[in-house]
């Protein structure tokens, strides 16, 4: 099948209506098997069954109730295991707010089963003490000043692949979303959440699952199913450095400027903007910017 052929067939696929229901949480079980049977035939499918899967699993979060319900009952943490055998979640947390970072510290030492590990208001520290604390969960916030988010992402994958991240983000386009994603995190939580439903998506995902906040899942969804935007098909092929040089020089950063945020050369920059430019199909600065602007990816650039 040509390349053209297969992304014809993709983008029909994802038109199927079912995604939206499944993201909403209303798919049927019969349209849930579908999608299943869809996933193991395209790795398009795969993805959008891998983001949207979870939010469909209202009846295993109803079975889980009464397990929380015991832990919440239990007053004590026993060197880290409850009598029920369930093993404490030690979860470290990187934020730059700090009074947002202790108060969310409080509510989760305050929650049975759960633990805070460790705590730091920039990337520097996070990757210097996450190694040795082993964490189950990182919650990550992706505005960090020292360094970019997707990149701390890339870092903490790498340098911890046993640890679970979850994005606690205020961004909420679908195309930051799915950038974290690549980045390596397996949630992503918008932080007008409640606390409850953090909580909750701490425990799903280190069960394995992959939380979606609903708004986050629903926008991902309607980017899947707009029509192709010009030059914008060439953002998957992206890495997700790539794709931090990209959103940097769109937003007017200069060559050297983008290397110093990145903490890059200059030369490293050069390179990455010529396969920029060759993937996405562009000429010159202007339609590089365009290309980022209609897509989302310039939204919220510090």
């Known amino acids: 099948m040509s390349a053209k052929r297969r992304m014809e067939v993709d983008e029909a696929m ?43 699993e209202k009846q295993i979060d109803r079975l889980t ?60 520290e996070a990757l210097r003490e996450i190694p040795a604390v082993k964490p189950d969960v990182v919650l990550v916030d992706l505005n960090i000043a020292d360094r970019d988010g997707m990149e701390l992402l890339v870092a903490l994958r790498t340098q ?55 708004r986050v899942a629903a926008g991902v969804v309607r980017g899947m199913r707009k029509p192709t935007l010009e030059g914008a098909g060439g953002l998957d092929a992206l890495t997700p450095r790539e794709r931090q040089v990209l959103r940097l020089l769109a937003a007017g950063r200069s060559t050297r400027e983008t290397a110093t945020r990145l903490t890059i050369s200059p030369k490293t ?16 600065a202007v339609e590089l910017t365009r290309i980022a602007v209609r897509t989302g990816l310039l939204d919220n650039v510090d």
């Not at 409080?106 to 990337?123: I, Y």
């Not at 909750?200 to 699952?209: H, K």
């Open 269 to 284: 920059v050069e390179a990455h903007r010529a396969r920029i430019y060759r993937k996405l199909g562009c000429k010159s």
């Open 65 to 124: 109730q009464g397990i929380v319900r015991e832990l919440k009952a239990c007053s004590r943490k026993a060197s880290g295991v409850y009598d029920f055998g369930v093993a404490t979640i030690r979860v470290y947390l990187v934020d730059d707010h700090p009074v947002l970072r202790e108060s969310f510290a409080r509510a989760l030492d305050a929650e049975p089963g759960m633990t805070v590990a460790g705590q730091a208001g920039t990337a520097t």
């Open 14 to 56: 994802l038109e199927d209506p079912r995604w939206e229901a499944l993201a909403a949480g209303e798919a049927t079980p019969e349209e849930v098997a579908g999608l299943r049977e869809l996933a193991e035939q395209s790795e398009v499918a795969k993805a959008a069954w891998m983001l949207f899967q979870p939010a469909n």
């Open 160 to 214: 911890n692949p046993a640890a679970k991240l979850l994005v606690l983000s205020g961004y909420d386009d679908e195309y930051r979303v799915a950038e974290a994603l690549r980045a390596g995190a397996q949630g992503y939580l918008v932080k007008t959440a409640e606390v409850a439903e953090v909580i909750d998506g701490i425990r799903r995902i280190s069960r394995g699952e992959a939380p979606l906040s609903r």
